[in-house]
């Protein structure tokens, strides 16, 4: 049955995604303190749809248009209030009144990020749409026509006016690590996200069809943005084959001329790598032959034998850094350096430290980023140090981290850090904040009280925050025993 907006419908249209999370955290205590055994929504803990309709909330109450809270938020692309709609038990099967699940909704949308959410947690992909089409026919009609042309196409059919002038592409993030386009057509008001392709090679997926190495190559080079949805959807399923096929394909990528091409390989032998389940690792020649094959693992040999590419990508990516020229390429390369267990670590801070001064702030990044690897070898403490006082504020951001993980709690330490408490930045000034409490300077406490009151829970620094304040509980509790005692 059809009502007037509810205060759920009403923050989601306005897009609050603040709003959202709190009604329905307050909904959900108000069921748990009337129920306290209610049945759960998902793992985390929240009390599911059915317990909040009966302490009177429901999630999904249909709005003045028929729509739901989700069917709003899937159609806006906003990845935080469906993840929350989500977590709270909503359903994600209902057909709308336009005749749209809210995966073909999301398809429709071109959002990446919820599409992907909506997937796993195992949504009908066989529902069809008003025009006959499922998810995954949709999606590849969106791909092949292109979003452009799908939008100017539903627009002359369904506006006064049909769209003047060139499209508008802006770039927008999709959910808390990627980005997407929004395109909008002037003069329609109207406007989709770009990521069809992307949702296309998800939706291939779950349908168990497997798209060749070049086919996903050519769709992420079609996206001209190294941290757009498309890259990271084939990156994603190629590196989840974790197949010595995919990795050589991968590798044989490192002498192509274009560097979005050279990059799209080394993320993914750099997510192969990372995500290999194998405990142990043997060494391996640049072909990938096993040295010593069959000798086991007592003997250091892989025990998922030549197919292992853990070691491979290590020694390949040592000498490749040493000369690649992209400062895009190179920092993915230093960061896959970073999540090589077996390297070394002398050998790491190595491999690091000709990149200290690189021009480009995103080779920096990653150095930076690295150090915490390798933070007390020699020649890494000066350069933290230094980075202290770089012109880009992740390098800064990193730097105190690092440091924090190195726990010298020398003065010297301390007292460089301390500048960074004015810095600009609020996120870096959370970053020295919580170097400080955990290298136990008071001044840092001093500055945590000032910082952390209000802080809100879904801001970018709030795990660092707590971070500092389950230190300072430690320590605390600690030393109360330590009088009683």
Not at 450 to 455: A, I, K, M, P
Request: hydrophobic share 40%; proline share 5%; charged share 25%.
């Amino acid at each position: 049955m059809t009502h007037g907006d509810t205060d759920l419908i009403r923050a989601v249209r306005a897009d609050d995604a603040a709003r959202v999370r709190a009604l329905l955290e307050a909904a959900a205590g108000q069921a748990v303190r009337a129920a306290p055994h209610a049945g759960r929504a998902d793992d985390t803990g929240a009390p599911g749809a059915e317990a909040l309709r009966a302490d009177g909330f429901d999630a999904d109450a249909l709005g003045a248009d028929g729509l739901s809270a989700l069917d709003i938020a899937v159609a806006h692309g906003s990845y935080p209030m469906v993840q929350a709609l989500r977590a709270h038990g909503v359903r994600l099967d209902r057909v709308g009144p336009d005749g749209r699940t809210p995966l073909l909704r999301a398809v429709d949308a071109g959002a990446y990020a919820v599409t992907t959410l909506l997937l796993s947690s195992s949504v009908p992909l066989w529902p069809t749409g008003p025009d006959g089409r499922t998810a995954l026919e949709l999606a590849r009609h969106w791909h092949e026509t292109g979003a452009e042309n799908e939008l100017r196409r539903r627009t002359a059919a369904t506006a006064a006016t049909a769209a003047t002038g060139p499209a508008e592409l802006s770039r927008v993030p999709d959910d808390e690590y990627s980005f997407t386009g929004l395109l909008r057509l002037p003069g329609t008001g109207v406007s989709v996200r770009t990521g069809h392709t992307a949702i296309l090679c998800a939706l291939e997926a779950a349908h168990g069809i497997r798209a060749p190495f070049a086919e996903l190559l050519a769709r992420a080079e079609a996206e001209a943005d190294l941290q757009g949805v498309t890259r990271e959807a084939a990156v994603t399923l190629l590196h989840a084959r974790a197949d010595r096929a995919t990795w050589e394909e991968a590798a044989a990528l490192r002498t192509r001329p274009r560097p979005s091409v050279r990059h799209f390989g080394a993320e993914v032998m750099r997510c192969i790598s990372l995500f290999d389940e194998c405990d142990k690792c043997g060494t391996y020649d640049e072909r990938g032959e096993g040295e010593g094959e069959g000798e086991g693992e007592e003997n250091g040999g892989c025990v998922d034998g030549p197919a292992c590419v853990t070691q491979a990508t290590q020694d390949l990516f040592l000498r490749w850094a040493a000369e690649e020229p992209a400062p895009e390429v190179l920092a993915v390369l230093l960061r896959g350096l970073s999540d090589c267990p077996a390297l070394p670590r002398a050998a790491f801070a190595g491999a690091l430290l000709p990149h200290v001064r690189h021009p480009s702030a995103v080779v920096r990044r990653s150095v930076a980023q690295a150090f915490i690897g390798c933070a007390g070898e020699e020649g890494v403490f000066a350069e933290l140090l230094g980075y202290l006082r770089d012109g880009d504020a992740e390098v800064r951001a990193q730097s105190c981290v690092a440091l924090a993980h190195r726990g010298d709690r020398s003065r010297a330490v301390r007292d460089a850090l301390m500048p960074l408490l004015s810095d600009p930045s609020v996120e870096i000034r959370i970053q020295a904040v919580r170097a400080l409490v955990l290298l136990d300077d008071p001044r840092g406490e001093e500055a945590l009280d000032r910082l952390g009151s209000g802080y809100p829970e879904d801001g970018p620094g709030y795990w660092s925050l707590y971070d500092a304040y389950r230190h300072l509980r430690l320590r605390r509790a600690a030393g109360e025993r330590g009088g009683r005692g």
